[in-house]
């Protein structure tokens, strides 16, 4: 039976892979790797095999995810070769585009990108979705309903690819809690208390806006009274630097979007 196979064992596979367990997935999982060590864990995984044979692998999808690196992914598409079959393709690499990829694999072959999050694991995931043009609605309705699986999905126009995956990062959230425990560490909170004062920070202020109706500048306006406490560390912050920073890590991350999509 022809079902979902994943060309790549590294970190997001095994994040997706915990997130469709999560989920109960019931569909047919196989994964590939060219380093047998990679596929150890997973065998101990219900419902997932492995699969050593990079022709084998590919003979037994329907959808075909590609998991490897950027620099990685043209030397695979030129091993695994021309496919005869309707196939959908999803590739997880970033930066690289639906041009690059388009024909490699044969004209029977149907493209998409797929950015997901390792948040994924946890089902609490977000992937972007693009897909190429004259993509079959059957198979679209395929590409969603798997990635939706472990969280919320988003179609978005492939031109806006890059500039959405350097700005979803869980990273992102995970080098502000970093940052921001540290900092509180120097003003003599202990690591736990001051883990638990910037998770709070972040996390509840986030779940507040997403789940309620106010709108950002509104409760950025409430938690930050004039005069106080909170609206001088805005301040300041924004004073140091703070947006500048932001615009920078934002820059550099389309920069390496871009050198992505010229190794492809």
Request: charged share 20%.
């Amino acid at each position: 039976m022809k079902g979902t196979v994943f060309l790549g064992a590294g970190r997001i596979t095994r994040a997706l892979l915990a997130g469709l367990q999560r989920s109960r997935y019931r569909g047919s999982v196989v994964v590939h790797d060219r380093h047998p060590q990679k596929l150890r864990p997973l065998k101990k995984l219900p419902g997932v095999s492995t699969e050593g044979s990079l022709g084998r692998a590919v003979a037994r999808a329907k959808l075909l995810v590609i998991a490897v690196r950027p620099d990685s992914i043209k030397a695979l598409l030129r091993e695994i070769g021309r496919i005869d079959r309707p196939l959908i393709a999803v590739s997880l690499a970033a930066g690289v585009p639906l041009a690059n990829l388009r024909n490699t694999l044969g004209g029977r072959v149907h493209w998409a990108r797929a950015m997901p999050s390792p948040v994924c694991r946890s089902g609490r995931g977000l992937t972007a979705l693009a897909f190429d043009r004259n993509f079959p609605a059957a198979a679209k309705l395929e590409v969603k309903t798997l990635f939706a699986n472990v969280g919320k999905i988003i179609e978005i126009p492939e031109g806006k690819f890059d500039a959405f995956t350097v700005t979803y990062s869980c990273s992102h959230g995970y080098h502000s809690l970093a940052t921001l425990a540290s900092e509180a560490g120097k003003l003599g909170l202990d690591r736990k208390t001051a883990l638990i004062a910037a998770a709070h920070a972040l996390a509840d202020g986030i779940v507040a806006w997403r789940e309620g109706s106010s709108t950002l500048e509104k409760l950025l306006g409430e938690a930050a009274t004039p005069g106080g406490i909170a609206a001088a560390t805005q301040k300041a912050a924004h004073r140091a630097g703070y947006h500048r920073a932001v615009a920078a890590g934002l820059a550099a991350g389309m920069k390496q979007a871009q050198r992505n999509a010229r190794q492809a």
